[in-house]
């Protein structure tokens, strides 16, 4: 299967792969899957005290690791698509064009605001 893979699939399964990993890692929906292997530690750094979430476990690391999870996003979906693929297709183009979507965002969101940046800099020159 993986020797008739074209380019689009491949394509699609990197797009999925990032979306299911950002979902994991980033997203609040998933907070209650992340919070149990989380907990708050107050660090202090050149006098600057803050609050920062540390995973308790190798779980917690992997859960807030988006390198790892990354991984392993890629492994469960690659092996889906070779094991099961009547139910990961459909996932797969799901969350690729999430992911595709999130990208997009992305780009869009910055270019907005370098416009905004620059019409107020533009402003404070005049």
Not at 52 to 60: A, N, R
Request: charged share 20%; hydrophobic share 50%; glycine share 4%.
């Amino acid at each position: 299967m993986i020797n008739k893979l074209d380019w689009m699939t491949y394509f699609m399964i990197i797009l999925a792969s990032y979306r299911l990993t950002h979902l994991i890692v980033f997203d609040k929906i998933t907070e209650f899957i992340r919070k149990p292997f989380m907990k708050k530690e107050t660090v202090t750094t050149n006098g600057h005290t803050e609050v920062k979430k540390v995973p308790t476990s190798k779980f917690g690391y992997l859960l807030n690791c988006y390198w790892c999870a990354g991984v392993w996003s890629a492994i469960f979906i690659a092996l889906a698509y070779l094991f099961v693929p009547t139910v990961a297709k459909p996932l797969i183009f799901i969350f690729s064009i999430a992911g595709a979507q999130a990208i997009l965002e992305t780009f869009v969101g910055v270019g907005t605001k370098l416009i905004d940046f620059l019409s107020e800099a533009k402003k404070r020159m005049e």
